[in-house]
């Protein structure tokens, strides 16, 4: 690709600044400065810019601990989204979470720009697992463990896969959740069908992968290779 499309997209920068860079002297090519934007230049290149390298990007892949009242979509008239809140690193990504929470949710979002990748992990063939937190305002009981288990019916009809439930807290109000699929307030809906309020649900995993516990709410970090792999993995 061009130069400076390759730097635009390395630096997140516009095609317009990434040519002022270039036209300053500020990048290199091989070891030697480059002044001409539109030189070709191809991955087995070493591309630097102010003395650092710089590598091209196809994709990104981010772990995000959403905060409470935070919407996951890619843009929001009346609230923040999740990916405004990540928007100023990556000014020429188009993100989208890879899956939603709830607004009231807490906890591991997956933003992208990889449709492909988005789309295949959140296919009903093949859907990842994630795991949640759940906070209850009635104590998990045998019932609702066993009916987890065997898939619960929803109030509507709708028969939802085998889930596990299990107890954190020695008054089982706190638990564990992990689902292999995804309906619209699964979690909410399937405590109903027991009586069951859900006061605070949190995302800790998506696949074998978890939250990493140095994110704050609002947090993110790109994902490293070997997590974008296990998450992809079938």
């Avoid at 061009?2 to 635009?8: C, V």
């Avoid at 003395?51 to 890619?74: C, W």
């Avoid at 898939?151 to 709708?158: C, K």
């Amino acid at each position: 690709m061009r130069l400076d499309k390759y730097i635009a997209e390395a630096a997140q920068c516009t095609r317009s600044e990434s040519r002022e860079m270039i036209r300053a002297g500020r990048v290199s090519v091989n070891g030697a400065v480059c002044k001409r934007p539109d030189q070709q230049v191809s991955e087995v290149d070493e591309i630097g810019l102010d003395g650092q390298s710089r590598t091209h990007q196809d994709f990104v892949y981010i772990m995000l601990n959403k905060p409470e009242g935070v919407v996951s979509a890619s843009s929001d008239r009346r609230d923040t989204t999740v990916v405004d809140l990540v928007r100023s690193a990556y000014p020429r990504r188009e993100l989208f979470p890879a899956g939603r929470l709830d607004k009231t949710s807490t906890g591991f979002v997956l933003l992208t720009d990889d449709g492909a990748f988005a789309h295949d992990i959140l296919a009903p063939r093949r859907h990842v697992p994630k795991t949640y937190r759940v906070t209850l305002d009635t104590p998990l009981t045998r019932e609702m463990a066993e009916g987890f288990a065997a898939g619960v019916t929803l109030a509507d009809g709708l028969e939802l896969s085998p889930a596990q439930v299990t107890p954190l807290s020695a008054d089982g109000l706190t638990v564990r959740v992990v689902l292999r699929q995804g309906v619209y307030h699964q979690i909410k809906r399937m405590f109903g069908v027991y009586g069951a309020g859900v006061n605070a649900l949190h995302r800790e995993a998506i696949g074998s992968v978890w939250l990493d516990d140095a994110l704050a709410p609002g947090q993110w970090r790109e994902l490293t290779a070997a997590e974008v792999a296990e998450i992809a993995v079938r």
